[in-house]
């Protein structure tokens, strides 16, 4: 099949009018061109069809009534400022179909120039991109579910760790001739497995939990105290070497437990990476209107790949990792870091290799009265 040639404009300018016309009237997408009144000018069969008017009823009407209301200001400014300057810009807005039925719609919005050089008016070039959106949002989607998945795998493999332990422990127990020694044993390793099924279960909880601040707020230097003491009773002080430096700073109110899950998993964290021992400090103070919390620890530190993952949920530089009753291998980081994002604060690390760790945790507080 022949396609007919191109009319030369310098030629037959009257067929080139024609070609051009015609070329914009059938295009597959809504063409529409105004004046610097902004009333329409010319309404292609595309712009018919989208928005259900014929172009003999809105020639010479006000291009902005085919917008939202609460798009036609924003509209306005943009079609003034292609006809002043030239600026070429684009707008989305949510129209309804001739069924009632949503479909999302993109403008480009350009200058129209005559042969002599005068912005004379302006184009909106008009496309439906509901279907684009809409393929968007499934890859979204799926990837949620793929995320999931994966969560859901790495939740299984725990819990079958444990309760594989818990059933081991019991049918020893169960044939033991020893039976009060050994009865004993295994009901604090079946204790233990426990704690952590619930330590596992907590964590996703507060992993899950969306609203960051509730009735349960207190004093971030109480909270600083108490986490201080929990860890002074738990490390071996002759392995490791345990500082608190707090700012002098007025009471601060944060969530408790929010802010208690951080701290509890960072110096856990910390300890994870001196098992030879080492120095753990925790400081902190107020800066403008954010608390700041620091946990440093001089363990053997992170590439630049470890610090690129260190808070994805499961991951872990340890390897197989041996989980204390209070966290689960490769997910405290990942929990510490949507805590802080629930709060509306930041977490950031510092690292070297062998030169140890500084994680920074920033959160917003109310301005001291």
Not at 133 to 161: D, M, P, V, Y
Not at 176 to 181: I, R, V, W, Y
Not at 308 to 314: I, S, T, V, W
């Amino acid at each position: 099949m022949k396609m007919a040639p191109t009319p030369a404009i310098d030629r037959d300018s009257v067929a080139a009018q024609s070609y051009y016309r015609d070329l914009c009237e059938h295009l597959g997408v809504a063409l529409i061109s105004v004046d610097k009144d902004m009333r329409v000018r010319t309404w292609n069969l595309a712009a018919a069809r989208m928005f259900g008017a014929a172009a003999d009823r809105m020639i010479d009407t006000e291009v902005l009534f085919i917008l939202p209301a609460d798009r036609r200001q924003l509209a306005a400014r943009l079609l003034e400022r292609a006809i002043a300057t030239g600026e070429v810009s684009e707008l989305e807005f949510q129209q309804r179909d001739e069924s009632g039925q949503p479909r999302e719609l993109a403008v480009s919005i350009a200058a129209l120039v005559s042969d002599g050089g005068r912005r004379i008016g302006a184009s909106l070039c008009i496309r439906d991109i509901t279907r684009r959106l809409g393929l968007q949002t499934e890859l979204l989607e799926s990837r949620k579910l793929a995320a999931l998945g994966e969560l859901a795998g790495a939740i299984a493999h725990h819990f079958n760790n444990i309760l594989g332990g818990v059933v081991t422990s019991l049918d020893y127990a169960a044939t033991a001739a020893d039976q009060p020694t050994v009865v004993k044993r295994i009901l604090l390793q079946t204790t233990r497995s426990v704690m952590r099924a619930v330590a596992l279960v907590n964590s996703l909880l507060a992993f899950s939990k969306r609203t960051p601040m509730g009735d349960d707020l207190c004093d971030l230097t109480e909270v600083l105290n108490e986490i201080a003491h929990e860890t002074e009773t738990c490390i071996d002080r002759e392995l490791v070497r345990f500082k608190l430096e707090i700012a002098r700073m007025p009471v601060l109110p944060v969530p408790r437990a929010h802010v208690a899950t951080v701290l509890r998993n960072l110096i856990q964290n910390a300890l994870e990476a001196m098992p030879e021992g080492g120095e753990l400090i925790v400081r902190a103070g107020l800066d403008d209107s954010h608390a700041v919390v620091s946990v440093t620890d001089s363990g053997r530190g992170l590439d630049d790949i470890a610090k690129g993952r260190l808070f994805e949920p499961f991951w872990t530089t340890k390897g197989e990792a041996v989980e204390s009753p209070g966290t689960i291998a490769g997910l405290g980081l990942a929990i510490a870091h949507g805590l802080v994002h629930v709060m509306g604060g930041t977490i950031a690390v510092k690292s070297q290799v062998n030169e140890g760790a500084t994680f920074t945790v920033r959160i917003p507080v109310a301005a001291p009265s």
